[in-house]
């Protein structure tokens, strides 16, 4: 079982303290067993993978904040997507340590020095969102599970929790998600078969589909990072697919000026929804709620909704 390296710390407030007849002011009252009262504290080394959230250093939970401060060192990786609110400097003031950014042959081919780090010191491993929705990640943590390198996981809110929450569709009625890529990325013009495969099925069956939208980080294809739009998603799928099709646009989850927008997907590409990240949800039945989610939350028109009600 994993345990805090910094055991020396006391698990109390300042100014309190606690023996097996000195319970701590202001809490419950418990007694510590005598016989354990002095036992050294056991370190136990272990492979943290920390995800934070989705906008900024400040969006990590408690309990992942925890684990960073308790590191002896910090890896991360930002290819699969990143906080559009802070960089690797601001999460190092924040938390108080450097991070090792790894790019993807540097988790995927070699991630020999994050595993050899975490075979003799505690060591995190940071991602934007939910840091097991990758199956990167989880491979990275297989690998170190089979080095007898123990792992715990730390969760946080994720696009999907968001997409849900922010336009008032049921997560539920969610059914398989797709990425579209650039069309650069897949080697072929306009949207790929197995996208518009997957809205389909999730349409015959009354189901939402959530679209993540491409990302290239150090791409030598592209000057710096690029970041699909939510319009330019939805003109692909306005010309490659359906024009008329409901879209709902979630733009910059998890940030105070997060925004969401419901219109037909070639509304959409015409609209400008500013900085990443930006998702695309197209959505299948709707419940009644779910379509009053969308006109008071999102702006959908009326008579497009009315096309969709359940």
Same mark, same amino acid.
């Given at each position: ?136 990640? $989880?491979?990275? &943590?297989?690998? /170190?599970? +089979?080095?007898? *390198? ?5 969760? @946080?809110?994720?696009? #999907? ?87 709902? $646009?979630?733009? &910059?989850?998890? /940030?105070? +000026?997060?925004? *969401? ?5 070639? @509304?959409?590409?015409? #609209? ?39």
């Amino acid at each position: 079982m994993w345990q805090p390296r910094n055991t020396n710390r006391s698990a109390l407030p300042p100014g309190h303290s606690c023996s097996s007849d000195n319970p701590p002011t202001g809490g419950p009252r418990h007694r510590v067993p005598v016989a354990f009262s002095n036992l050294p504290a056991v370190r136990i080394i272990v492979l943290t993978f920390v995800g934070l959230g989705l906008y900024d250093e400040r969006s990590v939970t408690v309990a992942g904040a925890d684990a960073i401060a308790a590191a002896d060192r910090a890896f991360a990786e930002f290819y699969t997507s990143r906080l559009v609110g802070a960089d690797v400097a601001d999460l190092e003031a924040y938390h108080g340590i450097d991070v090792e950014v790894r790019d993807r042959a540097g988790v995927e081919q070699d991630p020999e020095p994050m595993l050899s780090a975490a075979e003799t010191e505690d060591v995190v491993f940071l991602t934007a969102g939910d840091t097991m929705i990758s199956t990167t990640h $989880v491979d990275l &943590r297989l690998r /170190a599970e +089979d080095r007898g *390198v123990e792992t715990r996981v730390i969760h @946080a809110p994720t696009a #999907e929790s968001a997409a849900s929450s922010l336009t008032g569709l049921q997560n539920y009625r969610f059914g398989k998600a797709t990425t579209l890529p650039f069309e650069w990325a897949h080697g072929a013009d306009g949207v790929p078969s197995s996208v518009v495969d997957t809205i389909e099925s999730n349409r015959d069956r009354g189901l939402h589909t959530l679209c993540y939208l491409d990302i290239k980080v150090d791409h030598p294809r592209v000057d710096g990072d690029e970041y699909m739009t939510a319009s330019h998603a939805a003109g692909l799928l306005a010309d490659h697919w359906n024009p008329d099709a409901l879209g709902v $646009v979630v733009a &910059r989850a998890g /940030a105070p +000026d997060a925004t *969401v927008r419901a219109d037909r997907l070639a @509304a959409l590409a015409d #609209e400008d929804f500013g900085d990443p990240l930006h998702l695309l949800v197209v959505p299948g039945d709707l419940h009644h709620v779910e379509a009053d989610a969308l006109a008071g939350l999102a702006d959908a028109p009326a008579d497009v909704l009315d096309e969709y009600r359940d």
